[in-house]
Each structure stands twice: as C-alpha cells, then as structure tokens.
C-alpha cells in the first residue's frame, strides 16, 4: 500500500517525534536539510481538549513544514478521539499519529504511550476512536512490547493496521528496556513482512550509512531518525545521497555549522516568546552542535551557561579565532596551555 499522502520520493526520511526536540524550528531546519516528514512531539490528549495554552503552542507550525504529522497520546479513547478532531479541524497536519511507544512513568502510569501496548484491545479502540474523528490519515508509532514477556512486535502491528493505522513505525524495543541494549531490527523486517501498510524503521540510526544499513536490513518503507539528528540535521541529504546511489556529501566544516547552528538559534529566538527561557532550552542543541570538536568539553561549557540567543555568536567567533590552540590538544581536549606539563 502507498503512503497516504503524496510524497516526492519512494522511500522518505522521517524526523522522528521528539519531546523537546522537534519543535517548529528543528522541524523546519530538518526539511531544509532533506527531512521527507516531520512530526511534532507527543501532545497529550487531554491538553489538547482542555485547550491548554501550552499544549496548543506545541501545535503551531508553518506551511514550509508539510507533510507533517501531530503526534497525540493518551488512553482514554473518548478523549483521544476529541482532541484528533480539534487538531485536524484547527491546524491541518497531513496526518495524526498516535503515540504507543513513550517509556517515561509520568505517560505509562495512566496507560498512555507504551502503557497502552499492556492492553491491544484498548491500543485499537484508541485508533478507532481517532479514526472516526477525523478524515486525516491515523499512523502509529509502537515499541516492541511492554516487556519481554510481552514482546510480540508482529501481532501488535497487525492490531493496529487491523484498527486503521495507514503508516506504523517501529522503535524494535521494549518498554522495560528504555533505551537500553540494541535496537532489534530483525524485528522491523518481520513487520514489514506481515503488514500491507507503509513500516516505518526507527532506532539506533547515528550516521546516513546506518540509515541505509537498516533500509536493506529491513526493507522498511521509510526510515525514522530520531537522535541522528541532534546537531547534524544534514543526515536527511547525506542519506538520501546514499539511496540513491550518489557519493555521500561530506559534514559541513566547523564554520559552517556554527553558521547552521546561530540559523537553528535565530528561528527559536523568533518561536518562542520567552527569549532567555528558549535560549536556556537551546542550550542542548548547542552542545550537540560542536561535539566531537577539538576542545568542544570547554567550548561546550561555555555555551551551556548561555542566557540569550545574542551570546552565540560571540563565543564561535572566539573558539575560531582561537582554534589552533584547540586543535593541537585534538578532540574534547583542553587547549594546550591548560594543560598541566
Ligand atoms: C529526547 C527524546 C524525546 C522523545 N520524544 C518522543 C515523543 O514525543 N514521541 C515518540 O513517539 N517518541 C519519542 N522519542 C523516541 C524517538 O522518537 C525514537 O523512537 C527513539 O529515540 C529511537 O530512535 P533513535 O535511536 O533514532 O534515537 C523520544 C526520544 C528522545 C531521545
């Protein structure tokens, strides 16, 4: 079956849904640098039919986003049901995905996110009762199963393709496991085999060529990259280079992802209207931004204390003024001179 809303190309690249991470501005900086689909974070259900101020500022997004999906969780279907209506009859996304896979306590402990994989008859009332409430196309993004008792990533798929789940992506873990061990991609192939509808593969994807790695693994329709993205967005355009068939661009030179870095920081200053409480949030992207640096363990200290979005700028200029220094001390060193003889 094909993907239910048009795309360019035959195997796109998702951002994945991410809490914190992929806001407006991320998503967009995504799509510039190749990203096929976007998704907000996960919103809860409830905020949203409450109308909560904060939960309707996560909705927000521009036309330069689309396709994009708005990812909602919650497990009582009734309300799941009434905020999917609100969301497609106030800000038309292309399509409204479902959240089965959140490990955080906060989320599980009233069955929503992977809580909801303890009980597959509730996970498809749930996509049921959004699908009746909007005409928008319903995905699901699940984890393998609760536990590993639990673990059945093949039958909770087939129950929510079964309930009307048009795309589902698979994070190939268990709840219990967090983030821990390896993503199981063997089990996003055995999916992939059993569904009629589009699999998304998602997990433990750092480069572009691990991205193609689980393409042929899999076979998955499109690939999710979710942490591969933090602070090196060009993994959508160093992916698809290598899908189809072309040498893979390099990582842009130091300058130039600062100069992507202060972009990334200009729309977040511009997104948020509390300027020192985003610059303070901005401080993660920061840091993955100059990783791997020479000297990045000091370089990164200083952004960290950052309080406007004003400050950046001052700070790459120095650390490349005085990069020599940093670079004879080679990777997170500190510059030559500190260093005790
Ligand atoms: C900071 C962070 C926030 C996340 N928030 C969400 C979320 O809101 N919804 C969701 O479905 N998954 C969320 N995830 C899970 C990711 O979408 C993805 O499934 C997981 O990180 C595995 O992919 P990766 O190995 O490419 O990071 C989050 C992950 C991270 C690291």
Not at 75 to 96: I, N
Not at 145 to 166: H, Y
């Given at each position: 079956m094909p993907f239910p809303f048009p795309l360019d190309v035959r195997v796109p690249l998702y951002l994945a849904p991410m809490a914190g991470v992929s806001e407006s501005p991320f998503r967009r900086l995504c799509r510039r640098f190749g990203a096929d689909v976007v998704v907000t974070e996960f919103l809860s259900a409830e905020g949203i039919r409450r109308e909560n101020p904060a939960t309707i500022g996560k909705l927000r997004f521009g036309p330069e986003e689309h396709p994009i999906g708005v990812q909602i969780f919650g497990a009582e279907p009734a309300a799941m049901g009434e905020a999917a209506a609100l969301v497609t009859d106030v800000?038309?996304?292309d399509f409204v995905d479902i959240n089965f896979g959140c490990p955080v306590k906060k989320v599980v402990r009233r069955n929503g996110g992977s809580g909801c994989l303890k009980d597959l008859d509730l996970v498809e009332d749930v996509i049921r009762a959004v699908a009746r409430n909007t005409h928008l196309p319903v995905t699901a993004k699940i984890r393998s199963g609760w536990n590993e008792e639990m673990r059945d990533p093949v039958t909770i798929a087939l129950r929510c393709q079964d309930a009307g789940a048009k795309v589902l992506a698979l994070h190939p873990r268990t709840r219990s496991q967090m983030y821990s061990g390896a993503a199981n991609w063997d089990e996003i192939a055995a999916v992939v085999e059993a569904l009629d509808v589009p699999v998304l593969g998602n997990g433990d994807i750092k480069t572009a060529g691990d991205a193609v790695r689980m393409h042929r693994h899999t076979n998955c329709a499109g690939v999710m990259i979710a942490?591969?993205?933090?602070?090196?967005?060009?993994i959508f355009d160093q992916t698809r280079d290598l899908l189809e068939g072309r040498p893979m661009r390099p990582a842009p030179s130091v300058e130039e992802r600062f100069r992507i870095a202060l972009d990334h920081s200009a729309m977040a200053a511009a997104y948020e209207p509390d300027r020192r409480g985003a610059a303070i949030e901005f401080r993660k992207h920061l840091g993955w931004y100059v990783r791997g640096l020479p000297g990045s363990a000091e370089l990164r200290k200083t952004l960290y204390a950052?309080?406007?979005?004003?400050?950046i700028a001052g700070i790459f200029d120095d650390y490349l003024r005085s990069r020599d220094r940093y670079e004879a001390a080679g990777?997170?060193?500190?510059p030559l001179e500190t260093v005790p003889a």
């Amino acid at each position: 079956m094909p993907f239910p809303f048009p795309l360019d190309v035959r195997v796109p690249l998702y951002l994945a849904p991410m809490a914190g991470v992929s806001e407006s501005p991320f998503r967009r900086l995504c799509r510039r640098f190749g990203a096929d689909v976007v998704v907000t974070e996960f919103l809860s259900a409830e905020g949203i039919r409450r109308e909560n101020p904060a939960t309707i500022g996560k909705l927000r997004f521009g036309p330069e986003e689309h396709p994009i999906g708005v990812q909602i969780f919650g497990a009582e279907p009734a309300a799941m049901g009434e905020a999917a209506a609100l969301v497609t009859d106030v800000f038309q996304p292309d399509f409204v995905d479902i959240n089965f896979g959140c490990p955080v306590k906060k989320v599980v402990r009233r069955n929503g996110g992977s809580g909801c994989l303890k009980d597959l008859d509730l996970v498809e009332d749930v996509i049921r009762a959004v699908a009746r409430n909007t005409h928008l196309p319903v995905t699901a993004k699940i984890r393998s199963g609760w536990n590993e008792e639990m673990r059945d990533p093949v039958t909770i798929a087939l129950r929510c393709q079964d309930a009307g789940a048009k795309v589902l992506a698979l994070h190939p873990r268990t709840r219990s496991q967090m983030y821990s061990g390896a993503a199981n991609w063997d089990e996003i192939a055995a999916v992939v085999e059993a569904l009629d509808v589009p699999v998304l593969g998602n997990g433990d994807i750092k480069t572009a060529g691990d991205a193609v790695r689980m393409h042929r693994h899999t076979n998955c329709a499109g690939v999710m990259i979710a942490r591969g993205s933090f602070g090196q967005p060009w993994i959508f355009d160093q992916t698809r280079d290598l899908l189809e068939g072309r040498p893979m661009r390099p990582a842009p030179s130091v300058e130039e992802r600062f100069r992507i870095a202060l972009d990334h920081s200009a729309m977040a200053a511009a997104y948020e209207p509390d300027r020192r409480g985003a610059a303070i949030e901005f401080r993660k992207h920061l840091g993955w931004y100059v990783r791997g640096l020479p000297g990045s363990a000091e370089l990164r200290k200083t952004l960290y204390a950052v309080n406007s979005h004003d400050e950046i700028a001052g700070i790459f200029d120095d650390y490349l003024r005085s990069r020599d220094r940093y670079e004879a001390a080679g990777p997170d060193g500190a510059p030559l001179e500190t260093v005790p003889a």
